[in-house]
């Protein structure tokens, strides 16, 4: 079946820090990729998704990019703020399944400290 | 433009006793799923419905729980005869259609308590 794997957490880094959360999936078919957050208390937001290999997702500074040569999708940004502190989630909706429904990871818990 | 909304946002229980959780979809959606977040862990998809019909459920317990999708109205997870193991996040989504590449849009979720 599909799985979804990310990194362990928790991960804690300092403001302006470089992130990496990785992310590897396995899918019978040819899935869609996503990363969620979640803030505290909250629902799951979408952060970005990519829908073929080679797609880069990017909003707010995170990138991913699509790969199904090591069937990745890692989750990037630059320069990390305090703000950026939640939960992230890595997740996949196959297509040989019925709708779109997401297999998650374990999530990661990011804390930026000032 | 409402996004997904669920209610109750807390729920507590006794063992024994039954649980409701309500979710309307975005406005102009027909597809919903629900999962469950247990404590520090992912989500785990339930089930997925739309329209009065149940389309896929491999993810929900055999028994005590089921769900529905009326045509009128939200959709409602119950829960029948609540043990501690279902204390949990329980959170639906809907999204505009049901290909993989569909956008879920989340609700803030329920938390259930039993005790």
């Known amino acids: 079946g599909d799985s979804v794997t990310q990194m362990e957490g928790p991960v804690t880094l300092s403001e302006e820090a470089f992130l990496t959360i990785n992310c590897t999936y396995t899918?019978?078919?040819?899935?869609?990729l996503f990363w969620y957050v979640q803030y505290p208390g909250e629902g799951l937001q979408l952060l970005l998704k990519?829908?073929?290999?080679?797609d880069k997702g990017s909003n707010k500074g995170f990138e991913a990019t699509y790969r199904k040569e090591t069937t990745s999708f890692h989750l990037e940004k630059g320069s990390v703020q305090v703000s950026d502190s939640a939960v992230y989630f890595c997740?996949?909706?196959?297509?040989?399944?019925?709708?779109?429904?997401?297999?998650f990871g374990e999530g990661t818990q990011l804390t930026v400290n000032p | 433009n409402a996004g997904v909304m669920q209610n109750p946002r807390h729920l507590v229980r006794r063992r024994g006793q039954e649980a409701r959780l309500r979710c309307s979809p975005m406005k102009g959606h027909s597809h919903v799923y629900w999962y469950r977040q247990l404590p520090e862990e992912g989500l785990k998809f339930m089930v997925y419905l739309q329209k009065e019909n149940i389309i896929d459920e491999s993810g929900m317990p055999k028994e005590r729980f089921s769900a529905e999708f009326p045509k009128e109205g939200p959709s409602i997870l119950r829960i029948q005869q609540v043990v501690r193991g279902d204390s949990a996040a329980y959170f639906c989504?809907?999204?505009?259609?049901?290909?993989?590449?569909?956008?879920?849009?989340f609700g803030p979720g329920t938390r259930l308590t039993v005790l």
């Open positions: 899918a019978t078919g040819y899935p869609s």
């Open positions: 997740a996949l909706s196959d297509r040989e399944t019925s709708g779109s429904r997401l297999t």
């Open positions: 989504a809907s999204s505009l259609g049901g290909r993989a590449y569909n956008e879920q849009f």
């Open positions: 990519a829908t073929k290999a080679d």
